[in-house]
């Protein structure tokens, strides 16, 4: 049994020995863990860009409008009112001038 146990050491070693490390998986596959890397961080940068393009709003003036509308209809009823009187001002001076001629 021991014999049988050297020898299969022996063996082994000589495997070991004889085996060239271009062969094995590990030299095949070397490159691949960094290609797969490079990869996954260009996908990322492609996504975090597109990600950024996605919140930014379509009018940058956006905000300002939205903050500023709630005065705006404050102001509506006022600025309709001096609408009116602009009109009716207009209308008296046309009838006034009508008279006159």
């Known amino acids: 049994m021991e014999e049988e146990s050297r020898k ?59 903050d500023l509308q709630k005065r705006l209809d404050a102001l509506q009823p006022q600025n309709e009112a001096a609408i009116r009187e602009l009109i009716r001002r207009r209308l008296q001076e046309s009838d006034a001038k009508m008279k006159t001629t």
């Open 8 to 66: 299969r050491k022996e063996r082994l070693a000589k495997m070991r020995q004889s085996r060239d490390i271009g062969d094995t998986v590990e030299a095949a596959v070397s490159g691949v863990v960094e290609e797969t890397v490079a990869k996954h961080q260009r996908e990322a940068e492609q996504q975090q860009e597109i990600d950024i393009e996605a919140i930014a709003p379509k009018r940058a003036d956006w905000d300002l409008k939205r």
